[in-house]
């Protein structure tokens, strides 16, 4: 199993900026690494999801706001948060998939982000 740390959350004003990152102990080879988030009430959703060959996908909410990197020598997944708004706010979570058999998915512990002035 592997374990995913996050860190980079906390308070931050409408339009400001932060950002978010995710280690994970150790490499499984190719995988899907992702940040999900989840507002109080609802469902969770995804955000951003980065492969190991580089393909990016982004929710709607978050297309030209947010940025998804990774850096695969130090198993690290970082989301970049640019004019955050009050409806970012949520609890947000790292994932690392691992799409091929045996297939896996593990889950960070979740990270708070408020948005609100």
């Known amino acids: 199993q592997v374990q995913l740390v996050e860190s980079g959350g906390g308070l931050v004003q409408p339009g400001g900026s932060r950002r978010l990152s995710c280690v994970a102990t150790r490499t499984i080879g190719a995988s899907i690494r992702g940040w999900f988030r989840q507002a109080p009430g609802a469902q969770r959703e995804l955000v951003a999801t980065v492969t190991s060959g580089g393909t990016i996908r982004y929710a709607d909410s978050a297309k030209g706001r947010f940025t998804i990197s990774r850096n695969n020598a130090k198993n690290t997944a970082d989301l970049q948060m640019n004019k955050l708004k009050p409806e970012d706010t949520g609890v947000y979570y790292c994932?690392?998939?691992?799409?091929?058999?045996?297939?896996?998915?593990?889950w960070g512990q979740g990270i708070q982000v408020t948005v609100s002035s």
């Open positions: 994932n690392l998939r691992r799409p091929v058999p045996p297939a896996m998915s593990s």
